[in-house]
């Protein structure tokens, strides 16, 4: 088993892919991810700074390792080796340099595409984030439009993918799911883990925020400040203080230790659902809310 429920409600088909920032539907045979980011090597060895909203070169260039492709395929091969989905939903931000289209962004989106392609991929859907300007010019050669939102519908959920950049009124929706924030929980001043966040929100529904593909991008540390948070939605409609927070912890495995799909739950506080996956073990943790989150973490 690789795959630990999003939610409570089984009529919810939509699962963690374990030690992963990816989702996967049965019902639709697909998987989710947001925020690649392919070519931000490049835009730091040019000196480009895209922490704003315009595009500067502010700061001098610096060379670091090429590591955002191979852990985004390191991360699907081992879906791949587990589950056979046929399509995959980016949901923004597949690339990184939103005033231009660096070399490095072109030649790996292609590799990406190609990839998944070669392992049985039939529909790739693209969502526009706001670091994906200039990417029709590679989608077109791959017959994909990219689309400014897609719906779903996961039995009778009304699902919307989104970035999350934009205002949008989401009030007709039951689910929407939006990247953009790369969420994190930093734990003890030491260790920051990649999140899910499942925010209620004022409307009734509720905002699934994903956390970032791209291994240079962990994110920006959860809150119950909205104006610590990038997305207009999560501002405008979040109710943070009822935030569910999901993290993955990984370790060896554990001799002696049976690992299974045991709950450990106190008081409905936190949720611990403990894996054993090929040879390491894997910890899914689930606060109540961010302030559970907080006092756990030693924050």
Do not use: W
Request: aromatic share 12%; net charge negative.
């Amino acid at each position: 088993m690789i795959l630990r429920p999003l939610f409570r409600e089984k009529d919810i088909d939509l699962h963690i892919v374990l030690g992963t920032p990816i989702l996967y539907s049965r019902s639709h045979n697909m998987i989710i991810f947001s925020d690649v980011h392919l070519g931000f090597e490049e835009s730091v060895a040019r000196g480009l700074d895209y922490s704003s909203r315009r595009a500067s070169t502010s700061y001098t260039g610096m060379f670091i390792p090429k590591i955002q492709l191979r852990n985004t395929l390191k991360t699907l091969s081992f879906v791949f080796k587990y589950l056979k989905p046929k399509r995959v939903l980016i949901n923004g931000d597949l690339k990184h340099a939103f005033d231009r289209l660096l070399r490095q962004e072109r030649e790996e989106i292609r590799e990406l595409f190609n990839y998944l392609l070669s392992n049985g991929i039939e529909e790739i859907i693209v969502v526009r984030g706001n670091h994906d300007n200039f990417l029709p010019i590679i989608l077109k050669d791959y017959g994909i439009e990219l689309m400014r939102e897609y719906e779903l519908y996961f039995n009778n959920y009304k699902t919307l993918f989104i970035h999350g950049h934009l205002e949008k009124d989401i009030s007709k929706y039951d689910l929407v799911v939006i990247g953009h924030e790369h969420p994190s929980l930093r734990c003890f001043n030491a260790y920051k883990f990649p999140a899910f966040l499942i925010v209620p929100t004022t409307v009734g529904n509720k905002i699934i925020v994903l956390p970032a593909m791209s291994a240079y991008h962990p994110g920006t540390s959860i809150s119950l400040d909205h104006n610590n948070y990038l997305s207009p939605l999560i501002k405008k409609y979040g109710i943070l203080n009822k935030a569910r927070v999901i993290v993955s912890i990984e370790y060896e495995k554990v001799e002696d230790v049976e690992f299974g799909i045991e709950n450990i739950v106190s008081d409905d506080l936190v949720i611990i659902d403990n894996y054993q996956l090929d040879n390491k073990g894997i910890s899914v943790i689930e606060f109540k809310d961010i302030e559970t989150a907080f006092l756990m973490c030693g924050l």
